[in-house]
């Protein structure tokens, strides 16, 4: 894996080892995409531990159904921070392990060894839960080549993976700012001024605390403004039910026109059940969840990563183009002109 200009990994082919089966291409989720699905059931869920509920991003649905897995003496892969707060997929199996994977990570997680792994648990016959964005899963289905019957895919809405070298530059900002070497918290999505206004926070090891409404945030605001996703995400072939998975979850923004009643600022969950045996790993925990069923398309809206397309930013050639020259010109980006950066585009 060879990282690009714009700090985002990429395979790279050694030709003088290659016997061009064509295997790489035929498994790849882009070159075949899967067929469009309609989900079976559509729901909006909560789960009844608050504790769980408020550390989790919306309506805290993760939680059962991984802790469900771990106890059929099964293993649960998603989303971790390292200790270089870079996000890499990993895999646990007790619910100990089940805290690290719990909240939005809005950064690109390395795959790394973790398909090779799920496989190898799934031969011995042991239940594994795979979370990841669509094209992870749709990247997994491909990779495995059959159905396993003790395999239950999550798929995480994704409105698409900004690049990583962003990502650490704004980090070393905000060390920078607050004069400390060390972060020993992030939370993207920290709810004590309810869901719908969340704050994204950083607490660094010198006990100062960076917190800002997400909207607010350079970092944040970049990203939702499509400013320096992956290019493949504006060109996305695993949405809509694209990607095989036997189970969708997101925020349900749109409850509180749906059934405002429902909707108490806390967070709830879009659960949408594509499988039978997603179906059957949701009801084993519905004691654990207050739920109802809603329609499918009112679900879709104010989620636009239902979409096919996200629209790339029509600054973002700009953008990584200065980035590169600041890069050249001086070694490195000055993780101030980097912030300053994005400001002038997406404020001004």
Not at 160 to 172: A, C, E, I, N
Not at 200 to 213: I, Q, R, S, T, W
Request: hydrophobic share 35%.
């Amino acid at each position: 894996m060879c990282v690009d200009e714009e700090g985002f990994e990429y395979p790279s082919v050694n030709t003088s080892e290659c016997v061009n089966c064509g295997l790489c291409e035929r498994v790849c989720p882009m070159l075949n995409p899967g067929a469009s699905k309609i989900p079976l059931k559509v729901c909006a869920a909560k789960n009844q531990d608050e504790g769980v509920r408020a550390r989790s991003s919306s309506g805290g649905v993760f939680t059962p159904l991984a802790e469900a897995v771990i106890r059929q003496n099964g293993v649960v892969f998603g989303a971790a921070f390292d200790d270089q707060w870079n996000v890499r997929h990993t895999y646990t199996e007790n619910e100990k392990g089940l805290e690290a994977f719990r909240g939005s990570k809005y950064v690109q997680s390395k795959i790394g060894g973790s398909y090779l792994q799920a496989r190898e648990f799934l031969k011995q016959g042991r239940m594994v839960l795979f979370s990841g964005t669509s094209c992870q899963i749709a990247g997994l289905n491909r990779f495995l080549g059959k159905e396993y019957p003790n395999l239950v895919t999550l798929e995480i809405l994704c409105h698409g993976v900004p690049s990583p070298m962003v990502w650490q530059k704004y980090l070393d900002q905000k060390k920078k700012e607050c004069r400390c070497t060390g972060i020993r918290q992030i939370n993207f999505r920290d709810k004590k001024g309810g869901w719908s206004d969340y704050n994204v926070v950083l607490g660094f090891e010198n006990g100062k605390v960076y917190e800002k409404p997400h909207r607010k945030d350079p970092y944040f605001r970049g990203f939702l403004k499509n400013l320096y996703l992956r290019p493949s995400c504006y060109h996305c072939r695993c949405k809509n039910g694209r990607s095989g998975s036997d189970l969708v979850i997101a925020d349900y923004w749109n409850i509180k026109n749906v059934r405002p009643d429902f909707n108490d600022n806390r967070g709830v969950s879009l659960v949408l059940i594509h499988s039978e045996k997603g179906n059957r790993l949701f009801h084993s925990v519905s004691g654990n969840l207050n739920f109802i069923e809603t329609g499918y398309e009112e679900c879709l809206v104010n989620n636009k990563g239902f979409a096919e397309h996200l629209s790339e930013n029509r600054k973002r050639a700009a953008f990584f183009k200065k980035l590169k020259a600041r890069h050249t010109k001086r070694a490195f980006l000055m993780p101030f002109s980097l912030m300053r950066r994005i400001k002038a585009m997406l404020w001004n």
